[in-house]
């Protein structure tokens, strides 16, 4: 007796939904791989391996993390776009991504399109921070002191391109200074040769209080929207610049088609960690507030960074000798 019509094709679509299924209930059901573009101990590396922590107590697997450093985070980034889209190997990502997208112009990928956001994790201001020999209180007195003294004032970064750079340049804009960019080999030589007197200014994100506390050096504002816990005397830069920000942020990706049941998998199991109060204590001890959301508002966040630092780098033309 031939099968129905009708029941023929709603066996046929159960068969089909059941691999996605299936997916989604097994997953993960082996080790999961989490590359970084970054030596360990910095901070691509300590959120990475904090978040891998608490997923690999909580859901039954092993996250294991890979640094794959170099290119300022594109071999890591690279290795993940060739990885399957299985959700074997994910990607720790963040804002330098969304620098890299426009200041290297021969990437082999295009990260927004080749990159699945999963997750953002958290967010961590920058600290303005300056040498306490120059004659300034305030972001508004750093202002006026700049502008009398154009070309004179010294802007340490952690290297061309990198967030702290592309902070100053973003301040430098909107503030309507001119400061002479002073890239160094890292943030640890920049913030040595602060404390120096060689430099005048520098935005970074880092263990400071010790040094602020000792006189060393003088935190005029913090580049979060909104002030921080850490230094919640401390002003933001928007409070006398409106609209400024350029926090540091750090999130998971996966390659794309990665099945959308296991980043929504992923999404609900990094959230939980997220709302985690041990969890959440690790990084208001580096100065961070979680992220949270969606895959949806994690991409968005990712595009309008994307966006907005590329007209910074595009109107203050820094390129870099690939």
């Not at 502008?147 to 990198?162: E, F, I, L, Q, T």
């Not at 504002?221 to 540091?248: H, I």
């Amino acid at each position: 007796m031939p099968m129905p019509r009708r029941t023929f094709l709603r066996l046929a679509a159960t068969a089909v939904a059941l691999p996605a299924v299936a997916r989604a209930e097994t997953y993960p059901a082996r080790p999961v791989h989490i590359l970084i573009g970054f030596n360990a101990g910095g901070a691509p590396d300590v959120v990475a391996r904090l978040l891998a922590q608490w997923l690999s107590e909580h859901v039954g697997q092993n996250f294991l993390i890979e640094n794959r450093p170099g290119a300022g985070g594109n071999i890591a980034a690279e290795m993940a776009v060739r990885a399957p889209p299985d959700g074997y190997t994910l990607l720790a990502i963040g804002t330098f991504n969304a620098i890299n997208a426009t200041l290297y112009r021969n990437l082999g990928f295009d990260f927004i399109r080749d990159i699945a956001p999963v997750a953002g994790v958290t967010r961590i201001p920058n600290i303005m921070l300056v040498n306490p020999l120059l004659p300034v209180h305030s972001v508004a007195e750093f202002i006026t002191y700049a502008k009398a003294n154009p070309g004179r004032v010294n802007m340490a970064s952690a290297g061309v391109g990198s967030g702290p750079h592309l902070a100053g340049e973003l301040f430098k804009v909107m503030a309507g200074v001119d400061m002479v960019h002073v890239p160094y080999r890292g943030g640890p030589p920049a913030f040595k040769d602060l404390i120096a007197g060689q430099v005048q200014v520098l935005f970074i994100n880092g263990s400071v209080n010790e040094d602020i506390r000792a006189g060393r050096l003088r935190a005029l504002a913090v580049t979060s929207a909104t002030r921080s816990a850490e230094f919640p005397g401390v002003p933001t830069v928007s409070e006398f610049l409106p609209g400024y920000e350029a926090s540091t942020w750090f999130g998971i990706g996966a390659p794309k088609n990665t099945p959308v049941e296991v980043i929504d998998r992923l999404n609900k199991e990094i959230n939980a960690g997220l709302a985690d109060p041990k969890v959440q204590a690790r990084f208001a001890d580096m100065g961070g507030t979680r992220l949270a959301g969606s895959p949806e508002s994690f991409r968005q966040l990712i595009a309008d960074e994307t966006d907005k630092w590329a007209k910074i780098i595009r109107f203050a033309g820094i390129k870099l000798d690939e």
